[in-house]
């Protein structure tokens, strides 16, 4: 059949026509003489010539439009083949250039490290004068801002060195163990207590008395309070409040809760807050610091664990950021005591 079509593609539309028509006007032709014959009838000389002119007639354009379709058709096919073809060659070019960035973020993230660790330990030792007084305080000042400057700049690279792991794979849930949540969060909202005394907003944590525990890692569980915590804090105007609470859900799975009331979002930006390295610049509060990492390694972090993150928001009416960790990674009293 393929060599067939190429034969009438290289013969053209109308040759192939009549090239295909011509069977076609021989077997009805042929069927009208077996007809006539078992009828006992005789062939009409008008009949040897109306039924092949009429049988051309009615099938030549029918062949030539499904002729015509087909080229159509296989034109049709070789541009989508050709479109698959770029789009596979597109991917695997974005894979690779995504690979190639996490390595390259990793590797120099790694190597930002060692060298500003010492600056960090070099730092605190003359800010706290470990070796002998200083006279001069300026010197204690400029030894502090190296100091502080110093470790907001190691928690950029290990949140982009935390990121960069989990785009390349290479961040496992190897460390993950059994712990229980109330005392992490506890802990963790007692850190960012003094952020929320700083910008004068309430912060509190609404959980039930039931024992929860989870199976996960637990830096990475704080980590993803931290970010999500803070970037409530700093986006909710003085006298506003963020709530922390959590919930074990009928599936079996534990939602927890971070709600403010603060400026809130659109749909547009709540897009923009969940790419890496994004900003929106607040339409109350003005640009704030920071890399645009929160919300992504949050996001990373408990899909990583089989989780999920939504955001919900409305400009004005506050953020909602649900967190969704999955069954078989939540252990409650009554289920250990069944055990």
């Known amino acids: 059949m393929a060599r067939l079509d190429r034969v009438l593609n290289w013969l053209g539309p109308v040759p192939a026509t009549i090239a ?42 029918l062949i030539f439009y499904a002729r015509r379709v087909i080229a159509k058709l296989a034109s049709s096919r070789a541009q989508l083949q050709a479109m698959s073809d770029r789009l596979s060659l597109s991917v695997e070019e974005a894979q690779a250039s995504s690979k190639a960035k996490s390595a390259f973020l990793a590797n120099m993230s790694h190597e930002l490290r060692t060298p500003l660790n010492a600056i960090l330990g070099f730092s605190e030792i003359m800010k706290d004068q470990h070796l002998g007084p200083v006279s001069n305080a300026r010197y204690l000042n400029y030894a502090a801002d190296i100091h502080s400057s110093g470790r907001h700049l190691l928690g950029i690279i290990n949140d982009v060195l ?79 409040s963020v709530t922390l609470s959590g919930a074990r859900k009928e599936d079996g799975s534990f939602a927890l809760v971070i709600h403010d009331t603060g400026i809130g979002m659109t749909q547009e930006e709540i ?69």
């Open 20 to 61: 295909l028509s011509v069977p076609v006007v021989l077997a009805v032709f042929g069927i009208h003489l077996v007809l006539k014959a078992i009828e006992g009838e005789a062939v009409t000389r008008a009949a040897m010539i109306n039924v092949p002119v009429e049988t051309f007639l009615v099938c030549a354009p």
């Open 162 to 240: 935390d990121l960069a792991k989990i785009e390349s794979g290479k961040m496992t849930l190897e460390d993950a163990t059994e712990f229980p949540l109330a005392p992490a969060l506890t802990d963790t909202l007692h850190m960012l207590a003094g952020l929320g005394e700083k910008k004068g907003v309430t912060v509190r944590g609404e959980w039930g008395n039931g024992e929860i525990r989870l199976i996960a890692v637990q830096r990475m569980v704080r980590q993803i309070v931290i970010n999500l915590v803070g970037n409530a804090i700093k986006f909710t105007p003085e006298g506003g």
């Open 271 to 339: 897009i923009n807050a969940l790419t890496p390295f994004a900003q929106n610049s607040s339409r109350k509060m003005g640009a704030q610091e920071g890399t645009g990492l929160g919300l992504p390694l949050a996001k990373a972090m408990i899909e990583l664990h089989g989780g999920s993150l939504t955001l919900a928001s409305k400009p004005n009416r506050g953020t909602w950021v649900t967190l969704i960790f999955p069954a078989e990674r939540v252990v409650s009293t009554p289920d250990r005591a069944a055990a």
